[in-house]
């Protein structure tokens, strides 16, 4: 069964400091693909980033940063500099070719203090 | 380019009624899922439509079911409706790719109230 963990309920921070989120997942299969989104309070989610299992590469996009690694089946999400705006729920997500359904973590509720 | 739609966008209902919920595809995109997001709880899986035809479910009873319409858009109906259904509903749409897969896009949900 396919599981994500994300044990940071709630995390605060000032506005400009660096905040990881992180995520852990389980999987039995060999093909599967990590995925973040961000829910705003308006409720829709935004998809942020998607990565397979082939590519462990660490992927940058402004001031988020994506670290994968498959030795301790994590997939953890870094913003630089945060800012007010970026204050949201984010959730981790995994999905296997088979089954095609997104399994989500609980998400971390993130709140950026000016 | 229009994304995902979903109608209504609140609704009230009490025990045992039924409801419809609705939702209409990103463009280009064939496949609609359907999410359940109680509060302070990711999405939970439902059901998952291509060709007009349930292709996944979750972990869900037979009170949920849906449909796809040819034009891909896809409607949710729950039966004998409980006050543990009150939740965001979720819709997510995305083009299906064999041997592969596509990142799904969400709409922004219908918040179901059950009183």
Same mark, same amino acid.
């Given at each position: 069964?396919?599981?994500?963990?994300?044990?940071?309920?709630?995390?605060?921070?000032?506005?400009?400091?660096?905040?990881?989120?992180?995520?852990? &997942?389980?999987?039995?299969?060999?093909? =599967? =693909?990590?995925?973040? =989104?961000?829910?705003?309070?308006?409720?829709? %989610?935004?998809?942020?980033? !998607?990565?397979?299992?082939?590519?462990?590469?660490?992927?940058?996009?402004?001031?988020?940063?994506?670290?994968?690694?498959?030795?301790?089946?994590?997939?953890?999400?870094?913003?630089?500099?945060?800012?007010?705006?970026?204050?949201?729920? &984010? $959730?981790?997500?995994?999905?296997?070719? +088979?089954? !095609?359904?997104?399994?989500?973590?609980? +998400?971390?509720?993130?709140?950026?203090?000016? | 380019?229009?994304?995902?739609?979903?109608?209504?966008?609140?609704?009230?209902?009490?025990?045992?009624?039924?409801?419809?919920?609705?939702?209409?595809?990103?463009?280009?995109?064939?496949?609609?899922?359907?999410?359940?997001?109680?509060?302070?709880?990711?999405?939970?899986?439902?059901?998952?439509?291509?060709?007009?035809?349930?292709?996944?479910?979750?972990?869900?009873?037979?009170?949920?079911?849906?449909?796809? $319409?040819?034009?891909?858009?896809?409607?949710?109906?729950?039966?004998?409706?409980?006050?543990?259904?009150?939740? %965001?509903?979720?819709?997510?749409?995305?083009?299906?790719?064999?041997?592969? =897969?596509?990142?799904? $896009?969400?709409?922004?949900?219908? !918040?179901?109230?059950?009183?």
């Amino acid at each position: 069964a396919q599981k994500v963990t994300q044990a940071q309920t709630e995390i605060s921070v000032v506005e400009k400091e660096d905040v990881t989120l992180d995520c852990v &997942y389980e999987t039995r299969d060999t093909t =599967y =693909y990590l995925f973040w =989104y961000k829910q705003p309070p308006s409720g829709e %989610l935004v998809f942020l980033i !998607r990565r397979n299992s082939f590519d462990e590469q660490n992927e940058i996009s402004g001031r988020y940063s994506w670290n994968f690694q498959k030795s301790t089946s994590s997939f953890n999400f870094t913003i630089t500099a945060s800012q007010v705006v970026d204050s949201a729920v &984010y $959730f981790c997500a995994l999905i296997d070719t +088979g089954r !095609r359904a997104l399994t989500f973590g609980s +998400g971390t509720r993130l709140q950026v203090q000016p | 380019d229009a994304g995902v739609t979903q109608s209504p966008t609140h609704l009230i209902k009490t025990r045992g009624q039924q409801v419809t919920l609705r939702c209409s595809p990103k463009s280009g995109h064939d496949t609609v899922s359907w999410y359940q997001q109680a509060l302070g709880q990711g999405p939970q899986f439902i059901f998952q439509y291509y060709e007009e035809e349930e292709r996944q479910r979750g972990n869900f009873p037979d009170r949920f079911s849906g449909h796809q $319409f040819p034009n891909y858009s896809s409607e949710l109906n729950v039966n004998a409706l409980l006050l543990g259904d009150s939740a %965001l509903y979720l819709c997510a749409s995305s083009l299906y790719q064999r041997g592969s =897969y596509n990142e799904q $896009f969400f709409g922004p949900g219908t !918040r179901l109230t059950v009183l």
